[in-house]
C-alpha cells in the first residue's frame, strides 16, 4: 500500500542540526512531490516547504528560508529535511506528505517525527 | 495567528449535523481550492476534502464541502463518536508569501 515512513524521535541542542527522512513506498516516487509540515505541541499545522521528487525544485516558506533544505534520493524513494540552528520554538512534531504538485493536496502523510529541541 | 481563521471548538450529540467554518482571503480561499484534513488523537492528518468539495475514496459521504467567497465549510452529518477530532482547513496562498496556509483547527467533540 502507498505510504511514508519517518525516521525516529530527535533531542537536539539549541544551535544544531536536525535531518529527518521520509521513505516513500506503494508509488511511482518521482512522479509526485512531498511537502513538510510541522506541529508544535498542542499547536496547529505549520507548512515547511515542498520539493519535487521529479526534478529536485524546491519551495520554502518564507519563514524558513536560508535555514531549511529538502531533498530526495530517488534511488531509495526517500525525502529528506534538514533544519539548521535550531530553536527551542522548533520542538514540534515534523510531518512528510505527498502531493501530486505544489499546489495540490497532501493526500498521504508520514506518521511524524518529534523533535525535541533542549539544552 | 493562524491565517485562515476557524471556531476552535465545536460539538453535537451523536445523528446530528455540524459544520466548521473556515474565513480566508481573496490571495486564499478567494482564489485558491479549499482542503480540509481530520486528525484523530495522537495521530497524522488525513486528506478529508479536496477541491473545495471532493472526497477521496473510503472518506464517508456524512462529510462534505462547500466553498463560497472567501469561506469555507466542512459538514458531518448524522454525527459518529469517532468523528471527534480536530479538523483543518488549508488552501494555497497567492500573496508575496506564495505559501499554504491552515486553519487553527476545530477541536470536535461529540457529547
Known amino acids: 500500500q502507498v505510504q511514508l515512513v519517518q525516521s525516529g524521535a530527535e533531542v537536539k541542542k539549541p544551535g544544531a542540526s536536525v535531518k529527518v527522512s521520509c521513505k516513500a513506498s506503494?508509488?511511482?516516487?518521482?512522479?509526485?512531490?512531498i511537502s513538510w509540515v510541522r506541529q508544535a505541541p498542542g499547536q496547529g499545522l505549520e507548512w515547511m516547504g515542498w520539493?519535487?521528487?521529479?526534478?529536485?525544485?524546491?519551495n520554502y516558506a518564507q519563514k524558513l528560508q536560508g535555514r531549511v533544505t529538502m531533498t530526495t534520493d530517488t534511488s531509495t524513494s526517500t525525502a529528506y529535511m534538514e533544519l539548521r540552528s535550531l530553536r527551542s520554538d522548533d520542538t514540534a512534531v515534523y510531518y512528510c506528505?505527498?502531493?501530486?504538485?505544489?499546489?495540490?493536496?497532501?493526500?498521504?502523510w508520514g506518521q511524524g517525527t518529534m523533535v525535541t529541541v533542549s539544552s | 495567528q493562524s491565517v485562515l481563521t476557524q471556531p476552535p471548538s465545536a460539538s453535537g450529540t451523536p445523528g446530528q449535523r455540524v459544520t466548521i467554518s473556515c474565513s480566508g482571503s481573496?490571495?486564499?480561499?478567494?482564489?485558491?481550492?479549499v482542503y480540509w484534513y481530520q486528525q484523530l488523537p495522537g495521530t497524522a492528518p488525513k486528506l478529508l476534502i479536496y477541491r473545495n468539495n471532493q472526497r477521496p475514496s473510503g472518506v464517508p459521504d456524512r462529510f462534505s464541502g462547500s466553498k463560497s467567497g472567501t469561506s469555507a465549510s466542512l459538514a458531518i452529518s448524522g454525527l459518529r463518536s469517532e468523528d471527534e477530532a480536530d479538523y483543518y482547513c488549508a488552501a494555497w496562498d497567492d500573496s508575496l508569501s506564495d505559501n499554504w496556509v491552515f486553519g487553527g483547527g476545530t477541536k470536535l467533540t461529540v457529547l
Open positions: 506528505a505527498r502531493g501530486r504538485d505544489l499546489t495540490d493536496a497532501f493526500d498521504i
Open positions: 520539493i519535487s521528487a521529479y526534478n529536485g525544485n524546491t
Open positions: 506503494g508509488y511511482t516516487f518521482t512522479s509526485y512531490g
Open positions: 481573496s490571495s486564499n480561499i478567494g482564489s485558491n481550492y
